[in-house]
């Protein structure tokens, strides 16, 4: 995945199986220093188990419109705040552009829906029934979104090649984004992330069990500036073993020389 800066405070930063740390403070597990924001204000890692965001204690984040207290999965296309910095997390590749049509007709994909990720639309779900569905701010439109950004007439979504689904902007205005990469036409697959003006909006298949995750048990963030770990604690047991174990051996030796029989 890439870190990009909509509002041009960094150059975008790839983030792949490991951590990058974003702060103030270049230094102590910062490696995007931006200015006004705290020392490390959070850690993006990427890795074996996903994508997730450390939130250090005291830092205020925001994910895609919800505040986030210590650890979140991340998806292409969210939108994360550090204040008032934006990150968007953008995927790797852009989603590919459907091919060009032939006026046949497509068999309906798999059933499908469409969940809000955030605004007035958040954890609603909008079936695909199988034909096309105009998406807008519009009474006309058969998914209605009231989110800033919207046009009347923003996308339309139909069936495509393969089963899948094609997403098309209506007009060269629309905002259209798709895993955080702007686009007119895509090829959607499960999982993407739609972005239309503000709405964002996730492609998900009930009928198809999402890749297993293991739990969220991120690593630690990096220390910040100034901040000295404290040493590992010693086993108190695992001493009290030794110090009974050379008691022992010394206790045989003593046995040994002074009961040993003399030749």
Do not use: K
């Amino acid at each position: 995945m890439r870190l990009t800066f909509p509002n041009g405070e960094h150059a975008a930063v790839p983030v792949e199986h490991g951590q990058v740390g974003v702060g103030s403070a270049p230094g102590g597990g910062t490696a995007v220093a931006i200015p006004g924001l705290a020392p490390l204000h959070a850690v993006f890692a990427s890795g074996r188990r996903g994508r997730w965001l450390t939130v250090p204690e005291d830092a205020r984040v925001v994910l895609n419109a919800r505040p986030v207290r210590r650890l979140a999965w991340l998806r292409p296309g969210d939108l994360v705040c550090l204040g008032t910095v934006q990150v968007r997390i953008e995927a790797d590749l852009p989603p590919p552009r459907p091919a060009a049509s032939n006026g046949s007709r497509h068999d309906p994909p798999p059933r499908q829906a469409l969940r809000g990720l955030n605004g007035g639309w958040f954890g609603r779900c909008q079936p695909l029934l199988g034909g096309s569905m105009l998406i807008g701010s519009g009474n006309a439109c058969d998914l209605r979104l009231d989110a800033a950004g919207v046009l009347d007439r923003h996308a339309v979504l139909e069936p495509g090649e393969g089963g899948r689904w094609v997403l098309r902007a209506l007009s060269g205005a629309a905002l259209l984004r798709v895993n955080g990469h702007p686009v007119d036409a895509a090829l959607l697959a499960p999982g993407d992330q739609i972005e239309l003006g503000e709405q964002r909006l996730l492609l998900e298949s009930p009928g198809i069990a999402p890749p297993p995750r293991s739990p969220l048990v991120a690593p630690a963030p990096p220390a910040a500036p100034g901040h000295e770990e404290a040493p590992p604690s010693r086993d108190p047991g695992g001493l009290y073993l030794l110090v009974a174990a050379a008691a022992a051996l010394a206790a045989a030796l003593t046995a040994f020389f002074v009961y040993a029989p003399r030749g």
